[in-house]
């Protein structure tokens, strides 16, 4: 009989194709049988990474906690694009409450659920960057700090694309948002400022922190169930681009979040007990500008005078943040990182 | 309706006296209500309290401006503070001091009371022989139920017991009931010079 | 039991006797007595299986309530001003979902300038909320009503706020006869949700609602509230008859048969003025009192009907609205408003002044020969307004007012009330 040599990395993507794998393997997403938390429907733009992201993590989540699961909205894209009244494209329980609350209501739900004894329901809570970095941080620093039995997703999406793209205190130096409009020499939102959400999550010192994107499933829903294993305060940081908020086309969206992680922009990482444990290495490192071109919100550095000394100010973020996290330390030797076959 | 108001500082247990006082008053049957002066309270600040003992239920629920009755359990406050506003000539005054009146500076006021419903009680003293502790609230009750004839020493003693609970509660009781003694012996002494 | 007991201490004993399976703790004066007494009994066991859970902020007290109120547990908190505005976009919420979250309000001025005291503004600030809002006379009324509360949010899925009197109510150490266990359990029925996260039954809860069905789902939460105008009543004759003492309902009216004059007002300030209107009958004032207790729903008809036979209306109240004038009044004016009487507020007792029966039986008296102005601030030393006016009208720079006014009070420290 003659064998076929396998060839893993055969779409340039290093996802590795689901049918390749043992059962075990494969992703929830490839269940025919998932349960399709955030069901199709809903009225997110093309190409959402928001909707990916959430669907992703609460399958995950789901297949985690055996399909018993309770999820808390945050005020946001996700939650309106989800619920227009009369209709839900949510499979589970769902509570959206505000805005700014998330975190504590989840807290009250799991408060709940234990006084009530049912230990085998679990309860995550879900917002975007503004209900966690900004306006629900409160919530979340107390919640985090109690250790209460809640496994938090942030989708970032870098700004407040729901109510029409304005700066967060998660958007990145020079992006053009609404509110950090591309005009003057310093065009864009300001360098020096926002939060970096996962460590000061680590220094609450909460059993698991980590962060994903929406371009490497396997690390997203891998995190999602060892999140899931461990009680208490739980943290996951999930990149999702916004075609419509980065001027990204809607094709691109798991391009441009891998190109985050390749380019060092975005670190991910996961943290046990306020330490990393453990980071996804940079495949094929990758200049920024290949990120920055290709969303409208840095056109600004790219038109007919270059703005070279922001795309090296952005560049040593980068850099800064393959030092801090070791990100090219493990890159294995037998892999092509061009991704062609071997 | 016999009021009360009570002045000290804060750490004195000047809310806690109020409160006993209204729970002896209640061990007799008698309806009570006892309340602070509602301030954001620091350690050795002025603070007031006050209670009403009626044989009727009490209604009202403003601060007692006329007192009956005045419990003065930190004597350092008597050129700081209004500590006798609203006072009639028939009040009763009760000073936590080892001094006299007139060694207060008082002589001159304290003329214009019933010379028997005025007097000054060492209670501090005789919480720190009893207690260990300078803490003069509940002794001070002791000597207000022998000058004011208001509430009996037993029902302070009752009400002092379920306030502290134990060991505490017995220490407190004895001290005032040292106070009680130290009054009456007082009143007596009193009523013997007046008739000499 | 009859107990000689502080109010706080009452409220959280009785609350506790109430079941709850959630409480969240945030410290703010009036109302932490309550919240510490019901912490000691979590911890020593006296109370479970409850959560108590110390959170960072009001707004998160009330949001965990929400949580737990929808994943089916018995949810309470307690608060006060600054803390009631700190969670107030959470209070209306609680409402808009139809959580029957219990909560205590001990009521305390809104700042600034900072003040601890008691008045109604905190109440007032939400009485648009969708909260039904119930009002203590007394410490046994506020304890009572947590029970009646507790019935009348499960049996309505409506958040219940019992107002009692910051420090004048909290504070004060009176005779409360407390209910046993066995009582409070026959009277309240464990709680069964109208709608609850269960992940065998999976609902959506708190969906964008748009101009096509939000009026709608406005009024009916109107009309909720105006079964509440049926159930008080209903829940207060049962609770008279499970408890042996009347407590709660809609109004209490008291010596108003007869009245001329009717004196209508919210919480404990009522006992004061029941003195003064027994003073001014013996002076020959016909003079009754109509307390609300049932604040929300406004109990309109039951307002009239005890109004109906009064020459002149006068309002006390603890709150007003800064331009216009009293909450309270505006209230009793549409109710009243064809019974062909005078209505007439008083403004007392903001940020704690006391409010003695001497001031109020002069007011009284006052509103007896039709003397007293349609809007009286009670006590209102207005040399010391027209000071800081002159400062303001010669100095561009007068500074805050609020600092000037005490600089010309003097030391305050002294004062004994």
Redesign the interface.
Known sequence: MTTQPIHFYQVGSFAVGNRLLDDDGRTVQSDPNRTNSLDSGHRACQGCGEALGARYAIDAAMRASQGRLVAVNATGCLEVFSTPYPETSWRIPWLHSLFGNAPAVATGVAAALKVKGKSDVRVVAQAGDGGTVDIGFGCLSGMFERNDDVLFICYDNEAYMNTGVQRSGATPPAARTATTEAIGSEAGNAFGQGKDLPRIAMAHDIPYVATATVADLHDLEDKVERAMQVHGARYLHILVPCPLGWGSASSDTIRVARLAKETGLFPVFEAVDGKVTGVSPIRHRTPVEEYLSIQGRYAHLFGEHPRTDIIARIQAMADRNITTYGLLAEEPADIDPKGVDV | MFQVRIHGRGGQGVVAAAEILSMAAFAEGRHAQAFPSFGSERMGAPVVSFCRIDDRPIRTHEPVMEPDALVIQDVTLIHQVELFAGLSADAYVLINTSRSFDELGLGEFARRFHRDRLLTCPATELALEHLGRPLPNAVLLGGFAALTGQITLDAIGTAVRERFPGAVGDRNMAAAAAAFRFVTLEEEEMVHASTD | MLR?I?GSRAVAETVALCRP??V?AYPI??QTHIIEAIGVMVASGALA???F?????E??AM???????????R?YTATASQGLLFMI??VY?AAG?GLPIVMTLANRAIGAPIN???DHSDAMAVRDAGWIQLFAETNQEAADLHVLAFRLAEELSLPVMVCM?G???T?????VDLPDQAQVDAYLPPYEPRQV???D??????????PE?FEEVRYLAHLRQLDALERIPALATAFEEAFGRPSGGLVSPYRTEDADIVIVALG?????I??AVDARRDAGDRVGVLGITAFRPFPNDAVREALSGARSVVVVEKAFSIGFGGVLSTDVAMASHDTGCTLRTIVCGLG?R?????SLEQAFAAAALDELDSLTFLDLDHEIVERERTRMTTTRRSGPSAENILRDLGTV?????
Do not use: Y
């Open positions: 000689q502080e399976e959630v969240c004066s009036p299986p409850c959560e859970i110390n959170v960072e902020s707004f998160a949001s965990v309530s929400i949580g737990a109120s929808a994943a089916g547990a949810a976009e959470a919420n979902l601890i005291w008691n009197d420090f004048i109510l504070h004060a150490v009176e005779r996260l269960e992940p039954d999976p609902v959506s809860i708190g969906a964008m609602v748009g069905a404990s300030v009522l006992g004061t029941k003195d704690g006391p409010i003695t029966s001497r420290a002294s004062r004994i009330d």
